[in-house]
């Protein structure tokens, strides 16, 4: 990483309540791939600088107030605000629950994007290359990346669902499941963005800077891990969309997908579940042959399903 990567500001929009952070000279959220190629030219730039304000990691942050405020309420954890200095140098405080507030009031105005024909209000209309989903971030440096179709919103659904509109959200999860799903994976990142390349091969050190040395660790390859938040997400919305009816189809076609996975552990010699997979679940030599997300993840599935 260069070094303008480490001056970057973190902090909590005031008017919104989503945390920010990093530039376009760093990677700070999972999607940390920094390139490595001297022969490409990518050493030390980030293939995804996904700045300002992540979906995933507002939705963990909103989760967070959540769970806070609720101990507080029974008992369990003492402080209902926090000590706050102003960029004028003036001291406040604020509360738990207008933090957890704001965030809830500005999320669904910040980071959905629906029709072309209700985009009247979105700051580059121009940069929508899908609708009915939300976006990756919300002020990223590169303004484009916030309207890209990635993985990350159904994390931010699985922690924080009480964020979305559920007409919205389901709308969403309709076209990852026909863009982005994989056999064992989803994709990570849209197949007709520009930059999308679905297989990963680390060994690469050729002159193309777009795949030199693995960097596109997160443009397109299926990772396991987002998989269970997806199927979550599913599993919570189905109900509140279409009743007892959908919810029956939604739980049917989690067993569908998850009954791959099972499959492919009975003939791991491993036993466990890859980190990724090359597009259409293509094997990848270089992705981790067992990873502990992987199977967490999906276990999480399965314990929801058994609370039923």
Known sequence: MSDAGFNNCIGVDAQTGFVFGGNIHNCGTWMDKMGSSEAAGNKGKPATPRDGSA????????????????????????????????????????????????????????????EKS?????????????????????????????????????????????????????????????????????????????????????????????????????????????????????LHFASLVGGSDLFNQTVASVKRIISTHYAYLQTSVWKGLPELTNKSGQFCKDSCPIQAWSMACLLEVLYDMSDL
């Open 118 to 234: 209700q985009l009247t209000f979105d700051p580059h209309p121009e940069l929508v290359n899908r609708t009915q989903i939300y976006k990756d971030s919300y002020n990223a440096s590169q303004e484009w990346a916030d309207y890209q179709l990635r993985c990350n919103f159904p994390i931010a659904m699985a922690v924080a669902p009480e964020l979305f509109d559920p007409l919205h959200a389901w709308e969403a999860l309709r076209v990852v499941e026909e863009v982005l799903l994989g056999p064992l994976g989803i994709k990570t990142l849209d197949h007709s963005d520009w930059a999308y390349n679905g297989v990963y091969d680390n060994s690469n050190d050729g002159n193309d800077p777009s795949v030199a040395c693995g960097f596109n660790y997160h443009q397109g390859p299926e990772w396991l891990w987002p998989m269970g938040y997806y199927l979550r997400a599913k």
């Open 55 to 114: 979906v995933e990691i507002v939705g963990l942050c909103k989760s967070a107030l959540r769970w806070l405020i609720e101990m507080n309420q029974a008992g369990f954890y003492p402080y209902k605000s926090f000590a706050l200095e102003t960029n004028d140098g003036m001291n406040t405080h604020v509360t738990l629950t207008d933090w957890n507030d704001k965030i809830q009031k500005h999320f669904e105005k910040c980071f959905w994007i629906g």
